[in-house]
């Protein structure tokens, strides 16, 4: 069903920063929406004080949204990496806010208006939560991962086309030793440039996949990516192509797009590497 296959298709999360924009854009609709429909009953003798009451469940909705993102990404920070976010954790997490706005709701109502706190206000308050907000932000969750799945795809179908040519990198050492240094002088590493496949940051070590003897090897260094870029620079077939790996683009094989960027596949490498969108032009650069 194609509705269980788009709950598991990658999505962006959002920052603690984007979602904190997000939150205030969600309020100042939940502020105007209420002040100029007043659905659900919601009738006040002056114009002030709707807008009193409005605007307070304009501030329930931004604070709440900001707290709840604080506290669950605080209290579990696996289960928001990105690498494993999909468009129905996505819509789960909405839903939680949701719930969690819609009980906020119903304890300030019953301050404001004392409507008494039992089980069926809760419930209604969710339904009228969820049917202010629901539907915008489906719309606007469809919308944003079919543009950014179109855009990248696109993108991915571009530098595709770009393989079969050759790399502007001038590779004249190519068959020489590079040495990667460690922040421990035994432990550096030397490989030839053309068996090192890829590398990745690994807390305060950086893993460095390559061939020894025609066979996959990972070999840990302590150092960072940043002076690998600087160990690999008269290599630049050797490419940083996001801030956490290191690609050797002669062991490039295909381009993939989906709604949270540009991921790459090397031969000999089973998972597929994200791409920053700042790194994409220069990787485009040398397949031209």
Not at 181 to 205: G, M, P, R
Not at 271 to 284: A, C, D, H, L
């Amino acid at each position: 069903m194609w509705l269980v296959q788009l709950f598991k298709q990658p999505y962006p999360i959002n920052s603690f920063r984007k979602m904190t924009w997000l939150a205030a854009i969600v309020s100042i609709f939940v502020f105007l929406f209420l002040s100029f429909f007043q659905p659900f009953g919601l009738v006040s003798d002056t114009w002030g004080a709707l807008l009193k009451v409005t605007s307070m469940y304009g501030l329930i909705t931004f604070f709440t949204m900001v707290l709840t993102t604080l506290g669950i990404r605080s209290l579990f920070p696996n289960y928001f990496l990105e690498k494993n976010w999909v468009f129905g954790r996505e819509l789960l997490i909405t839903l939680l806010y949701f719930f969690i706005i819609g009980g906020v709701n119903t304890l300030y109502s019953n301050y404001q208006f004392a409507i008494g706190l039992n089980l069926k206000g809760f419930l209604w308050f969710q339904f009228y939560t969820l049917g202010v907000g629901i539907f915008p932000i489906l719309f606007f969750m469809m919308f944003k991962y079919t543009r950014l799945l179109s855009k990248n795809s696109k993108t991915a179908n571009d530098l595709s086309g770009s393989l079969s040519k050759s790399i502007k990198s001038g590779n004249s050492n190519l068959h020489t030793k590079i040495q990667i240094h460690s922040e421990l002088k035994k432990d550096d590493l030397e490989i030839f440039a053309e068996d090192l496949i890829y590398a990745e940051t690994a807390d305060n070590y950086i893993a460095i996949h390559h061939l020894h003897n025609g066979e996959l090897q990972k070999s840990m260094v302590r150092s960072t990516l940043g002076r690998l870029e600087t160990d690999v620079a008269d290599y630049p077939h050797l490419v940083r192509c996001h801030r956490a790996f290191l690609v050797n683009l002669d062991f490039l094989e295909s381009f993939k797009g989906n709604a949270q960027g540009l991921q790459l596949k090397l031969k000999s490498i089973s998972n597929e590497i994200p791409v920053s969108r700042n790194r994409v032009g220069k990787i485009k650069e040398l397949l031209d």
